[in-house]
């Protein structure tokens, strides 16, 4: 198993860089269409997805939104660190 980690506030940088992008590249007019269309549910529960979904609907603001949807990326790099960390554990491959 390979495994690549970084320096948290690296980690944390890069995390906000993709955010960034992801927004430069169209997100929001892809979430606004989305949104236009009706489709609700599952499908709009992944992350980017349903902060934006909260900013259309008037639930917060556009920066509060991107500041949530940069939080919730943060957690999940989180949560697959520590996946990674037991299994390396669990299957001694450390």
Known sequence: MIGLTM???QLYERIDKRVELMLNAGLLEEVTRLYKDGVEG????AIGYKELYAFL??????????EQLKQNSRRYAKRQLTCSATV????GLM
């Open 7 to 9: 320096e948290r506030d």
């Open 42 to 45: 599952q499908a709009i529960q």
């Open 57 to 66: 609907r008037g639930e917060c603001s556009f920066e509060s939104a991107i």
């Open 88 to 91: 390396v554990k669990r299957f």
